[in-house]
C-alpha cells in the first residue's frame, strides 16, 4: 500500500501536505501511513479513493485511476460536450466579448468546478496548460463537425482591437437527448453568470491563478485532481462538509 500510495500521489503531482490536508490528519501521520508505518482508516481509505478518482474496491485492489475506469463513450461525450457548447453559445455566444478564448475558459471552469465540488465530471474533456491559458484539446475537432452538420457557424470579427473568431449557433440545443441533470445545467448556468461577461484577457489571466493551470508545465495534460487543492476565490467546495 504505501509504494501505491507513493505512485498515486507521484503521477497525481500532489505533495504529502496536501494529501494530509485532504485526509484532515498532520503531515508526519500521513508520512507514517506512505511508509507502511500506520494502517489506514476506513474513512481515510473512502477520502483517498474519491480522491484519486477511484472506487473504495478498486483503491483496496490498488488499480490506477486509467484502469478499468468507467467511462462515457466518445460517442457518448462528443455529443454531450456538443450540446452544452450550443447551449453556452445560446446564452452567452452573441455578446461581444465571447470568442474563442473566453469559450475556453468558460468550459474549463464549467468542468474543473464541477468535479471540485461532486466529484464527477460533467464533461470530462482534456485540457493542456497552454500560454493563454487552459485549452480543450477536442475543441476543434468538435467545432468542425457542428459546421459540418450544420449546428453552428463560425464567424471572424473585432473585439477592440484583436482579432476575434465567434460561433453561433444554427439550431437549439437538446439536453434532454444528452441526459444533462439539473445539477450540472445549474453548474453551467453557474460559471456563465460568474465569467459570462469578462473579456478573453481577463479570463485568461485569472485562470493563470487557479492550482489546476499553474502547477503543470506548458504542453502538460492538466490533471484534474489538482483541482482539490484550490484556494480562495476559486475553490467552490465547502470542505468542513466532507466526512473526517
Excluded at 452573441?94 to 465540488?117: M, S, W
Excluded at 470530462?124 to 476543434?140: E, M, V
Aim: one cysteine or more; proline letters at 4%; charged letters at 30%.
Amino acid at each position: 500500500m504505501s509504494n501505491y500510495l507513493l505512485r498515486l500521489r507521484k503521477e497525481a503531482r500532489i505533495s504529502q501536505e496536501q494529501v494530509a490536508q485532504r485526509l484532515g490528519i498532520s503531515r508526519p501521520t500521513y508520512l507514517a501511513i506512505e511508509n507502511g508505518k500506520r494502517e489506514l482508516k476506513a474513512s481515510e481509505i473512502k477520502k483517498l479513493a474519491q480522491m484519486f478518482d477511484l472506487s473504495s474496491e478498486d483503491f483496496l485492489a490498488k488499480k490506477m485511476p486509467n484502469q478499468n475506469e468507467v467511462k462515457m463513450s466518445s460517442t457518448a461525450q462528443s455529443q454531450k460536450f456538443k450540446e452544452v457548447l450550443l447551449y453556452i453559445l445560446q446564452k452567452v455566444g452573441a455578446r461581444p466579448n465571447v470568442g474563442q478564448t473566453v469559450l475556453y475558459k468558460l468550459l474549463y471552469f464549467i468542468d474543473f468546478d464541477y468535479y471540485e465540488k461532486y466529484d464527477e465530471k460533467i464533461l470530462g474533456l482534456t485540457y493542456q496548460r497552454n500560454h493563454h491559458g487552459p485549452t480543450p484539446i477536442t475543441f476543434a475537432k468538435a467545432v468542425e463537425e457542428m459546421k459540418r452538420d450544420g449546428d453552428l457557424e463560425e464567424v471572424k470579427s473585432k473585439f477592440f482591437s484583436f482579432d476575434q473568431k465567434k460561433y453561433l449557433p444554427r439550431r437549439e440545443p437538446d439536453l434532454n437527448k444528452v441526459k444533462l441533470t439539473a445539477r450540472e445545467l445549474e453548474m453551467i448556468d453557474e460559471v456563465l453568470r460568474k465569467y459570462g461577461g469578462k473579456t478573453a484577457s481577463w479570463l485568461s489571466d485569472y485562470s493563470h491563478k487557479d492550482i489546476p493551470w499553474a502547477c503543470h508545465k506548458q504542453g502538460e495534460n492538466i490533471n484534474y485532481q489538482t483541482v482539490f487543492y484550490r484556494n480562495d476565490p476559486y475553490s467552490v467546495r465547502d470542505y468542513s462538509d466532507d466526512e473526517l
